[in-house]
């Protein structure tokens, strides 16, 4: 099993940047990619771009494309999601996920991390 924890969320005013982390630990050695997955309230959970944990190759969703950047720390075992510009639209909770050996950026992702908050003030 793998494990992932979320961090770096918090309270962020409209036009602000934020970092977040996704630590995996477990067995990770057969992981291919990771990706980054939001919901806010009352809409359904969407995918916000993904990283290749060995080719480094990073895929994202049109509405984020400019704004967030994907990045990955072999060593720590750990990926980042770099947001910036952020409108009140992006306030959701993330969540990363791993994709294992049949995956890549766009799925199948079969480990999830607790998500953690991103709010945004207008």
């Known amino acids: 099993q793998v494990q992932l924890v979320e961090s770096g969320g918090g309270l962020v005013q409209a036009g602000g940047s934020l970092r977040l982390s996704c630590e995996a630990s477990g067995r990770t050695f057969n992981t291919n990619a990771v990706g980054w997955f939001r919901q806010a309230p009352g809409k359904e959970r969407e995918f916000v771009g993904g990283?290749?944990?060995?080719?480094?190759?990073?895929l994202y969703t049109d509405s984020v494309k400019g704004r967030f950047t994907i990045s990955k720390d072999n060593a720590k075992n750990t990926v980042y999601l770099q947001m910036n510009f952020l409108p009140a639209a992006d306030a959701a909770v993330y969540y990363c996920?791993?994709?294992?050996?049949?995956?890549?950026?766009?799925?199948?992702?079969?480990?999830w991390g607790q998500g953690t908050q991103v709010t945004v003030s207008s």
């Open positions: 996920a791993a994709a294992g050996a049949i995956g890549t950026v766009r799925g199948p992702y079969q480990h």
């Open positions: 990283i290749n944990w060995y080719g480094g190759s990073t």
